[in-house]
T-cell receptor, first 115, second 111 residues
Framework: AQKVTQAQTEISVVEKEDVTLDCVYE???????LFWYKQPPSGELVFLIR??????QNEISGRYSWNFQKSTSSFNFTITASQVVDSAVYFC????????????FGGGTRLMVKP | DAGITQSPRHKVTETGTPVTLRCHQT?????MYWYRQDPGHGLRLIHY???????DKGEVSDGYSVSRSKTEDFLLTLESATSSQTSVYFC??????????FGPGTRLTVT
């Protein structure tokens, strides 16, 4: 069975601080996708990134970066120089190339960025 | 137009009443999903569809049924709503990739 764990339920930082959101996953499959979604206070789910298990290169997009390490089954997300607009709930998710493309989500991390 | 819509967006109902939530897509995507979101649990899959009339159960399917008679519509039915089904329900779609596009959500309260 698949499992995604986001051990940090809430994180509070002051604007301009860097923050890392942790994601640890479990799967028996050797091929899979990992995702991060953002849920701002307005409630919609916004896709941030998809990474497949073949590609362990870290990725950077502006102030966002992702660190994928198969050896530790982790896919961590770092926001550099956080801003108030980054305040949201962030979800990590896993899909194992299954026939239905279903996602298994972690419990989410609520990030609060204070001015 | 939004690629995926849900109706209603908010609903309050009484225990024991039937409820149907509708998901409509204009993307012609093959896969459609219903997830529920509860604090501490993230999103959990209720049911999904991989084509017209083709559906299957997810992790938390008890008390729910679904139907998909057209590519664009995926209905979620609570035959007899219970307070434990108070939640936010998200519909999602995908095609060849598992990257989901989510609808805006439906907040359901069962009193």
């Amino acid at each position: 069975a698949q499992k995604v764990t986001q051990a940090q339920t809430e994180i509070s930082v002051v604007e301009k601080e860097d923050v890392t959101l942790d994601c640890v996953y479990e799967t028996r499959d050797t091929t899979y996708y990992l995702f991060w979604y953002k849920q701002p206070p307005s409630g919609e789910l916004v896709f941030l990134i998809r990474r497949n298990s073949f590609d362990e290169q870290n990725e950077i997009s502006g102030r966002y970066s992702w660190n994928f390490q198969k050896s530790t089954s982790s896919f961590n997300f770092t926001i550099t120089a956080s801003q108030v607009v980054d305040s949201a709930v962030y979800f990590c998710a896993l899909s194992d190339f299954n026939a239905g493309n279903m996602l298994t989500f972690g419990g989410g991390t609520r990030l609060m960025v204070k001015p | 137009d939004a690629g995926i819509t849900q109706s209603p967006r908010h609903k309050v109902t009484e225990t024991g009443t039937p409820v149907t939530l509708r998901c409509h897509q204009t993307e012609n995507h093959r896969y459609m999903y219903w997830y529920r979101q509860d604090p501490g649990h993230g999103l959990r899959l209720i049911h999904y569809s991989y084509g017209v009339k083709d559906t299957d159960k997810g992790e938390v399917s008890d008390g729910y049924s679904v139907s998909r008679s057209k590519t664009e519509d995926f209905l979620l039915t609570l035959e007899s709503a219970t307070s434990s089904q108070t939640s936010v329900y998200f519909c999602a779609i995908s095609e060849s990739s598992p990257a989901h596009q989510f609808g805006p959500g439906t907040r359901l309260t069962v009193t």
